[in-house]
């Protein structure tokens, strides 16, 4: 016999009552999954990068110093090193590393938690792959715009530019960055380059469509991903997303590095103004072609980097559900 919950509604013997939607949302944002996967890709992202950190460097300066000859990157790493020391070029790892966690905590705790609450037990589909990404991208960009915008500028001071254009700066950290910053050019130049980086939220976005798309097609033939498939998938999908933005990402690092002598009418920073006259100034200065300046070294920086971080994520994840003794869930 059926007796009554709270609101009325007949409730079967020995079922518990069905939590009300809102705190089923609530649940499922705040979930010990999404925590477990924010973490896991957070550690992921940081043990790439600073296995790849190298490569990253190569890429910024090929993407900033415009005069700079060289155009493979073992030919800028090794002008770096003969130049500016052995160090060189892990120069800025540190806020870079501490952006990146926080960067990536947000973006997997949002996707995930958004994904539990949309999806809701039931297989995912590429659309709602997308429009997820999107979103987590967005909530992504505008928390931790400021920690990039830091780590840009640390990461390329104290470099030798062929670029006379640009102008150096003298920060002692992280705080003082933040605070020079803040004095010297106002609070909102901490989000430089908020723009092209609200339009780049299609990049992780992409990424994860395909690497979610090809996830769900490998479950289907296997009960769980060998590190194989995680790395193999992990590099395609960030290949294809970074191949068809990379002339934003360009725009993007100057925006951040915000040193350029820009004329006065193109200041107002992270304007679709600005990001078309610097996309028409490089496509003036190198030609079409220029605006995929230093995509060798992204690509190869970007995608050993991502292969690597899905790879750890995937395998921490998995080892963190079976040491708790919770089931992995399976809606991907």
Known sequence: MAREGLGGAA??????AAEPPRVAAMSSIASYESLVHAVSGAVGSMTAM?????LDTARLRLQVDEKRKSKTTPAVLLEIIKEEGLLAPYRGWFPVISSLCCSNFVYFYTFNS????WVKGQHSTT???LVLGVVAGVVNVLLTT??????TRLKLQGAKFRNEDIVPTNYKGIIDAFHQIIRDEGVLALWNGTF?????????????MFYEGFKRKLLKKQLQLTSLDA???????KAVATTLTYPLQTVQSILRFGRHRLNPENRTLGSLRNVLYLLQQRVR???LMGLYKGLEAKLLQTVLTAALMFLVYEKLTAATFTVMGLKHSRRH
């Open 196 to 208: 092209p980086s609200l339009l780049l939220v299609f990049n992780p976005a992409i990424q994860f």
């Open 114 to 117: 958004l994904k539990g609450l």
């Open 231 to 237: 790395f193999v998938i992990g590099a395609v999908a």
């Open 11 to 16: 409730v079967q013997p020995g079922r518990p």
């Open 50 to 54: 600073t296995v790849f950190f190298p």
């Open 285 to 287: 200065r190198f030609g």
């Open 146 to 151: 400021p920690l990039w915008v830091v780590n």
């Open 127 to 129: 659309g709602k792959d």
